[in-house]
């Protein structure tokens, strides 16, 4: 078969899994198919669309992105309704199976980056003495673990916190589901305990302007704290040239 024609078979599974899906989700939105009721089996659901088992499964694929379908335990999938969480659970898979890409890695964390400083920005100005005292104690933890693995779950931890200040389930949940896998990602330093100490430095400044309700210097200094963590760890490329042809390069003599 020529690569056009299987172009065209994969578009034209698609969009028969397009149809698949949005018909079944019309049902359950018109209580056809009950809450937590079983969907057909693939089987039926073949026999009925005159569909093959890919393109269902497609289907239910999509319906589960989309929060309709629950999944789990060796059962049939089921109906639900979407919510919040479910929809951003199923989402973030696709997503996390991109983190391997270095650009897409990138445009994660300068979401990470704006979304933090924003939180930051608006903990300098409302944060109460409750979210502020736990911000001092998240700061604490993440001073103890100091060169030690758990580092990097303090860490979380304490811009956690920052980000609670906000209020907003939508961003903290987005910000549980990829921060860690971030973090977790990324390659490690050639000294730890030196980058957990610049780190927890940095930590402590924000904390300080929070506490001091300065925003901008809030803001500023989260902005700079997450480029500068990022780019710490972003290797340089091989060279081809010796050290001596490298230093006169530098000197701009070659």
């Given at each position: 078969m020529a690569l056009k024609d299987i172009e065209h078979q994969q578009k034209d599974q698609r969009r028969a899994a397009?149809?698949?899906?949005?018909?079944?989700?019309?049902?359950?939105?018109?209580?056809?198919?009950?809450?937590?009721a079983a969907l057909p089996t693939e089987r039926e659901l073949c026999e009925r669309f005159s569909a093959s088992r890919p393109t269902v499964r497609e289907a239910l694929a999509q319906m589960q992105m989309r929060g309709y379908v629950e999944t789990g335990s060796g059962r049939r999938?089921?109906?639900?309704?979407?919510?919040?969480?479910?929809?951003?659970?199923?989402?973030?898979?696709?997503?996390?199976?991109?983190?391997?890409?270095?650009?897409?890695?990138?445009?994660?964390?300068q979401m990470r980056q704006f979304i933090e400083a924003g939180a930051a920005r608006e903990a300098a100005l409302k944060a109460d003495n409750v979210q502020i005292t736990k911000l001092q104690a998240a700061l604490e933890e993440n001073y103890?673990?100091?060169?030690?693995?758990?580092?990097?779950?303090?860490?979380?931890?304490?811009?956690?916190?920052?980000?609670?200040?906000?209020?907003?389930?939508?961003?903290?949940?987005?910000?549980?589901?990829?921060?860690?896998?971030?973090?977790a990602g990324r390659a490690p330093t050639d000294d730890p305990k030196r980058y957990d100490m610049m780190a927890y430095e940095e930590h402590r400044a924000i904390y300080q302007a929070i506490l001091d309700g300065d925003v901008v210097t809030a803001t500023n200094i989260t902005d700079r704290h997450l480029a500068r963590s990022y780019r710490a760890r972003l290797s340089v490329p091989k060279t081809t040239l010796s050290e001596n042809q490298t230093e006169l390069a530098a000197k701009g003599l070659t």
């Open positions: 397009d149809v698949i899906a949005d018909a079944l989700i019309d049902e359950i939105r018109q209580g056809d198919i009950a809450i937590e999938p089921r109906a639900t309704r979407p919510s919040i969480q479910t929809v951003l659970q199923a989402t973030g898979m696709h997503l996390r199976e991109i983190l391997g890409d270095a650009e897409s890695g990138a445009h994660l964390e103890k673990s100091i060169g030690t693995p758990v580092f990097a779950e303090t860490d979380i931890a304490f811009h956690r916190a920052i980000v609670s200040v906000l209020g907003n389930p939508i961003i903290l949940k987005l910000h549980d589901m990829f921060v860690s896998a971030l973090l």
